[in-house]
T-cell receptor, first 112, second 111 residues
Framework: NAGVTQTPKFQVLKTGQSMTLQCAQD?????MSWYRQDPGMGLRLIHY???????DQGEVPNGYNVSRSTTEDFPLRLLSAAPSQTSVYFC???????????FGDGTRLSIL | GQQVMQIPQYQHVQEGEDFTTYCNSS?????IQWYKQRPGGHPVFLIQ?????EVKKQKRLTFQFGEAKKNSSLHITATQTTDVGTYFC???????????FGGGTRLMVKP
């Protein structure tokens, strides 16, 4: 079983560039979410989705967009990368928000 | 909004000593989840507590959910080097669809 697959694993961007972090799950989970992890800050929710066609903002949504056209995929877009967005990004999925979350391996993103 | 705080932020223990991390929420929770993240890895689900005053055990790990459903703790008895990692609690409120993570407690074990 693949579980939750994130690509790429590492990425270096220049300030102002845009990019999309990919997330796919094969468990037929309705709930998907994106977190960023910074040292000493734990995991902060960026955006989440309770099903295809439905997305909502989390704690730190500014500078990020998401869409959910299918149950399987939940891409995260950085519109204009800033050094403050240097972080490790985790995608997670579950049957619902109050069920155990399955995390991907993460994307380590550096913005110069 | 809902805030979940975890203490301590770091803990060094000698192998064989006990360890406890505490989690406190600003609001009443419908459930609380605990995760473990090994260095360089991703968070892995450990357990979920739902009932007020609930206590669950997994081998040397004991999890408690407070009577008011606003706090929780994880206690590890006789730590081993394999327990090294960061332990996170995550709380789900009674309304909405957000799961809020605490800042985590990083456990380091000296052999």
């Amino acid at each position: 079983n693949a579980g939750v697959t994130q690509t790429p694993k590492f990425q270096v961007l220049k300030t102002g560039q845009s990019m999309t972090l990919q997330c796919a799950q094969d468990m037929n989970h309705e709930y998907m979410s994106w977190y960023r992890q910074d040292p000493g800050m734990g995991l902060r929710l960026i955006h989440y989705s309770v099903g295809a066609g439905i997305t909502d903002q989390g704690e730190v949504p500014n500078g990020y967009n998401v869409s959910r056209s299918t149950t399987e995929d939940f891409p995260l877009r950085l519109l204009s990368a800033a050094p403050s967005q240097t972080s490790v990004y985790f995608c997670a999925s579950s049957y619902s928000s109050n069920q155990p979350q399955h995390f991907g391996d993460g994307t380590r993103l550096s913005i110069l | 909004g809902q805030q979940v705080m975890q203490i301590p932020q770091y803990q060094h223990v000698q192998e064989g000593e006990d360890f406890t991390t505490y989690c406190n929420s600003s609001t009443t929770l419908s459930n609380i989840q605990w995760y473990k993240q090994r260095p360089g890895g991703h968070p892995v689900f450990l357990i979920q507590l739902v009932k007020s005053g609930e206590v669950k055990k997994q081998k040397r790990l004991t999890f408690q959910f407070g009577e008011a459903k606003k706090n929780s703790s994880l206690h590890i008895t006789a730590t081993q080097t394999t327990d090294v990692g960061t332990y996170f609690c995550a709380g789900h409120g009674n309304a909405g669809n957000m799961l809020t993570f605490g800042g985590g407690t990083r456990l380091m074990v000296k052999p």
